[in-house]
C-alpha cells in the first residue's frame, strides 16, 4: 500500500506478529494496569464512592476486550502484548480482590485459593516455561474471569446505598464461590498441561480445563 506521496507503506500482514511495544493495544493495556487498577485501589480503600469505583471496575474490565480487538482489527497483535495483556489482567484483578479482601468485600477463602492456585501454576510455569508458548486458556479459566469480572462490581454495589443492594452482594458471592472453584480446576489443568500431562496442541480445540 502506499501513501499520497506515492510511498510505500509496510502494514503488518494478517496474523503476522509485530516486534516491539509501540502500539495502541499496548498502551491501553499499560493504562489498564497502571490507571484504572490504582484508580479502583483508591476509590474503594480511600472513599466510600462505591458506585465510582464500581464504573472504574467495568472500564478496567472492558479494556482488556478493546485491546484484544484493536489488536486484532488493526494487524499489530505484537510479541510484547502477548505476555503483558496477560500478566496485566492476572496482576491487576489480583491487586483488586486484594483491595476488595481488605475492606471486606471479598471473602477471605476467595483471595486464598486464588493466590495458591497462581503461586502453583507460576512455579510449573517456571519449572516447564519451555512450554509455556503452547499453552491456551481453557474454558474453565474463561468462565472463571468472567464470574470474576462480574462477582467484583456486584460485590461493590451490594456494599453502596442503592436499592436492592442485598441482592447484588447474593450475586457476587455466588460468582467468587463458583469463580474461585473454576480457577482451582483451571489452574490445576493448566498445570497438568504444562507437565505433559494433558493434550497441549495449540491447534486443537479447547480444552474443558
Known amino acids: 500500500m502506499s501513501d499520497p506521496a506515492g510511498t510505500q507503506v509496510d502494514r503488518p500482514a494478517r496474523g503476522e506478529v509485530?516486534?516491539?511495544?509501540?502500539?495502541?493495544?499496548?498502551?491501553?493495556?499499560?493504562?489498564?494496569?497502571?490507571?484504572?487498577?490504582?484508580?479502583?485501589?483508591?476509590?474503594?480503600?480511600?472513599?466510600?464512592?462505591?458506585?465510582?469505583?464500581?464504573?472504574?471496575?467495568?472500564?478496567?474490565?472492558?479494556?482488556?476486550?478493546?485491546?484484544?480487538?484493536?489488536?486484532?482489527?488493526?494487524h499489530t497483535?505484537?510479541?510484547?502484548?502477548?505476555?503483558?495483556?496477560?500478566?496485566a489482567d492476572r496482576l491487576g484483578i489480583l491487586i483488586i480482590l486484594v483491595t476488595m479482601t481488605v475492606a471486606g468485600l471479598v471473602p477471605w477463602w476467595v483471595l486464598a485459593l486464588?493466590?495458591?492456585?497462581?503461586?502453583?501454576?507460576?512455579?510449573?510455569?517456571?519449572?516447564?516455561?519451555?512450554?509455556?508458548?503452547r499453552m491456551r486458556a481453557s474454558w474453565a479459566g474463561k468462565v472463571r474471569t468472567a464470574l470474576i469480572m462480574v462477582a467484583m462490581p456486584a460485590a461493590l454495589l451490594g456494599d453502596a446505598a442503592i436499592p436492592g443492594a442485598g441482592a447484588?452482594?447474593?450475586?457476587?458471592?455466588?460468582?467468587?464461590?463458583?469463580?474461585a472453584v473454576l480457577h482451582v480446576l483451571a489452574g490445576a489443568g493448566y498445570v497438568l498441561r504444562l507437565a505433559g500431562r494433558l493434550e497441549a496442541d495449540p491447534d486443537a480445540r479447547t480444552a474443558i480445563f
Open 18 to 74: 509485530v516486534h516491539g511495544w509501540a502500539t495502541v493495544p499496548n498502551a491501553i493495556t499499560l493504562a489498564r494496569l497502571v490507571v484504572f487498577v490504582p484508580l479502583v485501589v483508591w476509590l474503594v480503600l480511600g472513599t466510600d464512592a462505591r458506585l465510582a469505583a464500581t464504573v472504574a471496575l467495568v472500564v478496567f474490565g472492558a479494556t482488556d476486550w478493546v485491546d484484544g480487538f484493536l489488536a486484532r482489527r488493526t
Open 77 to 87: 497483535v505484537s510479541d510484547v502484548g502477548i505476555w503483558l495483556d496477560p500478566v
Open 114 to 133: 486464588i493466590v495458591v492456585t497462581d503461586v502453583v501454576v507460576l512455579l510449573a510455569g517456571l519449572r516447564f516455561r519451555s512450554r509455556i508458548e
Open 168 to 179: 447484588f452482594t447474593l450475586v457476587g458471592l455466588v460468582a467468587f464461590g463458583a469463580g
